[in-house]
């Protein structure tokens, strides 16, 4: 089983820029996927990136071009480096991990989640 705990949330002013981490422990992140997730107040939850074990990365169309999703299998710790932000990015973000290979888009895609972290966008 693997532990996630997401940091780097917070308040920043629309057109600014955030790094959200997520720190894994309890088993080689290496052998993981991950991805990151976003839930607005009334909403489900979204898919906003993912990257796979060989590092292939995936983006949902709202964030294309402004966020980038990484990771570092030596720190066991992936990011999520969201620039351009607009209000509607407010959310709480989540990580998630998955054993299997390739990229996953679906909450369901993934066995492990964090606590998640809150963003908000001011305009």
């Known amino acids: 089983q693997v532990q996630l705990v997401e940091s780097g949330g917070g308040l920043v002013q629309a057109g600014g820029s955030l790094r959200l981490s997520c720190a894994a422990s309890g088993r080689t992140f290496s052998n993981y996927g991950m991805g990151w997730f976003r839930q607005a107040p009334g909403k489900e939850r979204e898919f906003v990136a993912a990257?796979?074990?060989?590092?292939?990365?995936q983006y949902g169309d709202s964030v294309k071009g402004r966020f980038t999703i990484s990771r570092d299998n030596a720190k066991n710790t992936g990011y999520l480096q969201m620039n351009s932000l607009k209000p509607e990015d407010t959310a709480v973000y989540y990580c998630?991990?998955?054993?299997?290979?390739?990229?996953?888009?679906?909450?369901?895609?993934?066995?492990?989640w964090g606590q998640g972290t809150q963003v908000t966008v001011s305009s």
């Open positions: 990257i796979s074990r060989s590092a292939s990365s």
């Open positions: 998630a991990a998955r054993r299997s290979l390739g990229v996953g888009y679906a909450v369901s895609d993934y066995s492990y």
